[in-house]
């Protein structure tokens, strides 16, 4: 497991927050020579003063090829885990400690092992939103830009576990004729999707086109245009001649495609209560004021121990070679 330092009230030295954010992280960044990196699903004002913005397989190479001393991951555990397997001397902040993951949490590494133990001829292909104790236990990470080309590339004799995503590996299974052997893990946010509502959505936009990743449910994908990471979906609706899309993942790559395609209509897929569940708890948790805050007082730091480290550094090594 990562430990972490609780992060204290955001304050500076008078009691108070600058007036500038944006100026203040500037300055920080410049003082630890750091580089932040945020995910799509951040909210806009990080989306704006970050360095790199993208999706898993993006944010995991710009934290492999970084020169800066310090990564400030706007995102949550498992990425900031990642930046830190592949950078052991590097300091990595999580702006806020508990900004984790229901896909993660939904596979307990005492729980995967026994599943590994009783296959033991299985190749285990991992999703990049799992713990860093998942991936030790992994042959191979994949991310949803990535996952059909790695397993295409396994060969055909040898079976595999996917872990722990079970809409992603049922969408590559149809992708690559494979049978997987599936664990039952779920994001909360792309099971939230209600079918029935983006039908009625399609009713009243009749020309607007259908995109969603692939760990929306089955009945949901079925009525999308265009399958792919939250990077493909950006893409495709850049090119895409439609200029209406309903959108099925976490809202917050909205702000990037009205930046880039500020003529055109982006209406966020309803979850299936009168609710704002499309948008990731998790992800929401960390704010301006909090990245800030991590970055002022170099805290939450991410560290785990070399052991799991190194275990976990090679199956992402090797989605790297292959994603090149």
């Known amino acids: 497991m990562f430990t972490t330092v609780p992060a204290q009230e955001p304050k500076n030295q008078t ?26 699903y951040q909210e806009p004002d990080i989306q704006d003063i970050a360095d790199f913005i993208g999706d898993s397989l993006q944010l995991s190479k710009a934290a492999a090829d970084t020169n800066a001393d310090a990564i400030v991951f706007a995102g949550v555990h498992f990425m900031a885990e990642t930046a830190k397997i592949l950078n052991p001397e590097k300091m990595v902040l999580l702006p806020d400690l508990d900004a984790g993951c229901s896909l993660a949490d939904s596979c307990p590494p005492n729980k995967f092992a026994a599943l590994k133990a009783a296959n033991p001829d299985h190749l285990v292909v991992s999703y990049i939103n ?41 969408y590559v299974m149809e992708q690559t004729g494979r ?48 399958i ?10 850049q090119r895409s001649s439609a200029q209406e899309f309903i959108v099925a993942t976490e809202p917050g790559i909205i702000h990037q495609m009205q ?12 979850p299936t209560n009168n609710c704002n569940c499309n ?46």
């Open 15 to 40: 009691g108070a927050l600058p007036l500038d954010l944006f100026t203040a992280i500037e300055n920080l960044k410049k003082e630890l020579n750091a580089v932040i990196l945020a995910h799509y």
């Open 179 to 226: 049978n997987l052997l599936l664990w039952e893990g779920s994001c909360i946010v792309h099971e939230t999707f209600s079918e029935k509502k983006i039908v009625q959505l399609k009713i009243e936009h009749p020309d607007a086109e259908v995109i969603a990743h692939p760990e929306c449910e089955t009945t949901v994908l079925r009525h999308a245009d265009f």
């Open 279 to 324: 948008e990731c708890p998790f992800m929401r948790l960390n704010t301006l004021e909090k990245l800030y805050l991590a970055m002022k007082n170099r805290t939450p730091e991410i560290t785990m121990s070399e052991e799991t480290r190194v275990k976990a550094l090679r199956p992402i090594q090797r989605m790297l070679e292959i994603s090149v």
């Open 259 to 270: 930046k880039q395609a500020p003529s055109k209509l982006f209406i966020p897929a309803p």
């Open 130 to 170: 799992c713990s860093a104790e998942i991936k030790a236990m992994s042959d191979i990470i994949c991310t949803s830009s990535n996952a059909v080309k790695i397993v295409q590339q396994i060969p055909k004799e040898q079976p595999i576990i996917f872990a722990p995503d079970r809409n992603l590996g049922r």
């Open 228 to 237: 792919g990471s939250t990077a493909a979906l950006l893409k495709y609706c």
